[in-house]
T-cell receptor, first 111, second 114 residues
Framework: GEDVEQSLFLSVREGDSSVINCTYTDSSSTYLYWYKQEPGAGLQLLTYIFSNMDMKQDQRLTVLLNKKDKHLSLRIADTQTGDSAIYFCAEKDTGRRALTFGSGTRLQVQP | NAGVTQTPKFRVLKTGQSMTLLCAQDMNHEYMYWYRQDPGMGLRLIHYSVGEGTTAKGEVPDGYNVSRLKKQNFLLGLESAAPSQTSVYFC?????????????FGPGTRLLVL
């Protein structure tokens, strides 16, 4: 079955760039997503990338996709304390349209 | 436009009790999903629905039942709650426009089974 893996924790200083990495196994994935979850809240879609793209930029967010290595990354420029949250990578199963999630990366931003 | 709402927000059950979690969406979405989230793990799919009157099993369906009698509502039932079902439950919905359709999530229901 599909598997999505992420590192568990990342700590950065305010103003630095953050890079959160994700690997996936399903070669038929067509869309890959990044969601943000703040404490006690639901998941908020940050951005997504179609599998025929290598990069997508959206303001402070840059998504890079290496389809050959099945590696996805999310770069947050000028990281702020408000970016502290858990970030989930997810890939979509085109058959049932459901998402397979990684276990989440907790980003801690230190002032 | 409220998006996806879930009730209740929090519930405590005793082992063996039953309850129903309600998910409602006002975006006219065809697809609806129930996930559970456990500490240190990503969300896992319990059941999903591709339209009114249809349901299907996800990754971890045992101990749960679902119904989609109305397009806007997706109910998750626990007939006999067990401590292993202590979790945070998230509902989501998406349109049927294709694989790129975004899933929108509700705020979650925290369930504690004693």
């Amino acid at each position: 079955g599909e598997d999505v893996e992420q590192s568990l924790f990342l700590s950065v200083r305010e103003g630095d760039s953050s890079v959160i990495n994700c690997t996936y196994t399903d070669s038929s994935s067509t869309y890959l997503y990044w969601y943000k979850q703040e404490p006690g809240a639901g998941l908020q879609l940050l951005t997504y990338i179609f599998s025929n793209m290598d990069m997508k930029q959206d303001q402070r967010l840059t998504v890079l996709l290496n389809k050959k290595d099945k590696h996805l990354s999310l770069r947050i420029a000028d990281t702020q304390t408000g970016d502290s949250a858990i970030y989930f990578c997810a890939e979509k199963d085109t058959g049932r349209r459901a998402l397979t999630f990684g276990s989440g990366t907790r980003l801690q931003v230190q002032p | 436009n409220a998006g996806v709402t879930q009730t209740p927000k929090f519930r405590v059950l005793k082992t063996g009790q039953s309850m129903t979690l309600l998910c409602a969406q006002d975006m006219n979405h065809e697809y609806m999903y129930w996930y559970r989230q456990d500490p240190g793990m990503g969300l896992r799919l319990i059941h999903y629905s591709v339209g009114e009157g249809t349901t299907a099993k996800g990754e971890v369906p045992d101990g749960y039942n679902v119904s989609r009698l109305k397009k806007q509502n997706f109910l998750l039932g626990l007939e006999s709650a067990a401590p292993s079902q202590t979790s945070v439950y998230f509902c989501a919905s998406s349109g049927a426009g294709g694989p790129g359709e975004t899933q929108y999530f509700g705020p979650g229901t925290r369930l504690l089974v004693l």
